[in-house]
């Protein structure tokens, strides 16, 4: 008896530990339909790429769920993404916009010829 509820204790303490030490499954997505962290991590390198900066210009870097005011603007700028997508460049064989579009390496993408 003994023995077995210092097992579990021990498994919980492992398995709480591995929680907090990787982001295993996404805790908070509210926009993208990404299911694995390979999915995740693929489209993140993408749009830091996109916008030439690092990981922690949107990230708290102890724990990537925590929201910042960079991430929720990126956010919007997904669901903007995403819109555009899905409703103009719907038809077959288009062409699909992305952050790149506008940013083109830059977090201050020139919208409109300079004059
Ligand atoms: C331009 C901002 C931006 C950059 C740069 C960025 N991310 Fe993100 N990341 C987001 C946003 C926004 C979400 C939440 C998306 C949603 O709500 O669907 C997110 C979510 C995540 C999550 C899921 C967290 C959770 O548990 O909910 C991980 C993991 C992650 N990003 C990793 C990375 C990594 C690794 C990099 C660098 C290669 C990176 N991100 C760069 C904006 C960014
Ligand atoms: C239609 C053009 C367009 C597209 C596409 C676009 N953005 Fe943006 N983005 C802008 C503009 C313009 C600004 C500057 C807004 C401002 O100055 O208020 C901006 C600003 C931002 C910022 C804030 C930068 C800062 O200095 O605080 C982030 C973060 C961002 N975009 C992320 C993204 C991500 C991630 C994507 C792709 C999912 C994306 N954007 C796609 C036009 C775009």
């Known amino acids: ?7 579990v204790f021990l498994l919980s303490i492992i398995f709480s530990a591995g929680m907090i ?3 295993k499954t996404p805790k908070n997505l509210k926009v993208l339909d990404l299911k694995t962290t390979k999915e995740i991590k693929k489209y993140m390198k993408m749009i830091a790429k996109d916008l030439g900066v690092k990981c922690k210009y949107c990230h ?5 769920s925590i929201d910042t005011e960079h991430k929720n603007i990126a956010r919007f700028m997904m669901t903007m993404v995403q819109t555009q997508n899905d409703s103009v460049f719907n038809y077959e064989g288009a062409p699909q916009i992305s952050c790149w579009t506008c940013h083109r ?11």
């Not at 708290?60 to 990537?64: L, Q």
């Not at 201050?108 to 010829?113: C, M, N």
């Open 105 to 115: 390496g830059s977090t201050a993408p020139e919208l409109v010829r300079p004059k």
């Open 21 to 23: 030490a990787g982001d």
């Open 60 to 64: 708290d870097m102890n724990d990537k």
């Open 1 to 7: 008896m003994k023995i077995k509820s210092a097992m």
